[in-house]
């Protein structure tokens, strides 16, 4: 595997790196590789939640939405009698 030489890294940059690493337990070239695979794209650590939400908001088939529009049907009416 290729290595790299990165250059001219400000303190501030160096500080946050190395605080990262060292909350996570790992090396600042495993911090370097992870952000630099996530800023390019190429994550290999993605991890899509979406499951874990699955009570919060749902999936609705085809039918449930139809279903759903069909029950509200009547609140999508104007009723000019409620407005005086």
């Keep these: 595997m290729k290595s790299i030489t990165i250059h001219g890294i400000d303190k501030e940059t160096e500080k946050l790196i190395k605080k ?19 800023a390019l794209g190429i994550d290999k650590d993605k991890h899509d939640n979406q499951e874990e939400f699955l009570d919060l908001f749902g999936i609705w088939t085809e039918d449930d939405e139809k279903r759903f529009f069909e029950a509200i049907k009547d609140l999508e009416q104007i ?3 409620d407005w005086k």
């Design 79 to 81: 009723h000019p009698e």
């Design 20 to 38: 990262r690493a060292k909350s996570e337990g790992t090396s600042v070239n495993k911090i370097v590789k992870r952000l630099l695979a996530k």
